[in-house]
């Protein structure tokens, strides 16, 4: 109902309450009013000028307490429809960088993936993949999403922050002195597969690439490698003395 339905409803029902409370004290209580009207109600509410005075008093309360709840209600009507607005915009602007992030992390897990880890390194290669990795890694970036989204709710916030966390280790792959291939395909992996997760469509990037490529990141494998029990293709690692 809009505020000022509201507030004329609370105004004619305060007035029809005071009528019938000072027309029931007229019919079943003393008095010497003549029931005539306009007459009879200047009588009634000086006979019963106590029980008029607190029944406009308790209307007048009401209806001031009416104004400040709806008051109260337009500034969380407000809020929620700036809030709504807000996770729209987060969404859409986070969109676009995440397609972004996604096509690069398909670019370079594709030329990771066509290292051969024994062979001498191609140097061009490296710098294209290290710099692919500054621009989707950026630490003002991330920092900045990081605030855009604590307007989400808490399982996309959590989506988000996972993403972060993953594009963070990936970050580290920054120096081509000490460049792992293995370990930055993994990390590799483990970004594109939470990109896919928060925007399904930037599969189209990775298309191909899981069938032919190691294992993708996950925690349990990141144990059982780091273990020695598996390696990073997941298969059982033979002990070195089993013939």
Known sequence: MERWKQGLSIILGSTAATVLVLAGALAWGPHQCKLAFPMVVGCAMGNYENLAGGMFAASAALFAGWLAWSGVQ????????????????????????????????????????????????????????????EQITDDAWLSTC??????????????????????????????????????????????????????PACSEYFAGLFQRSPKAWSLGYAIQMQAGVIDRFGEPVKPENDE
């Open 74 to 133: 337009v500034q969380v009507s407000a809020e929620e429809k700036r809030a709504s607005a807000d996770r729209v915009e987060v969404e859409r602007v986070l969109a676009g960088d995440i397609d972004n992030s996604a096509e690069a992390l398909g670019a370079i897990w594709k030329i990771l993936g066509d290292i051969d880890e024994e062979a001498p390194r191609d140097p061009a290669k490296i710098a294209a993949i290290i710099w692919g990795i």
């Open 146 to 199: 990081r605030k855009m989204v604590t307007v989400l709710g808490w399982e996309r916030r959590r989506n988000y922050e996972t993403l972060f966390s993953a594009l963070e280790t990936l970050g580290q792959f920054r120096n081509a002195d000490e460049f792992d291939v293995g370990d930055a395909l993994r990390a590799t992996q483990s970004a594109a597969n939470y990109c896919e997760c928060l925007q």
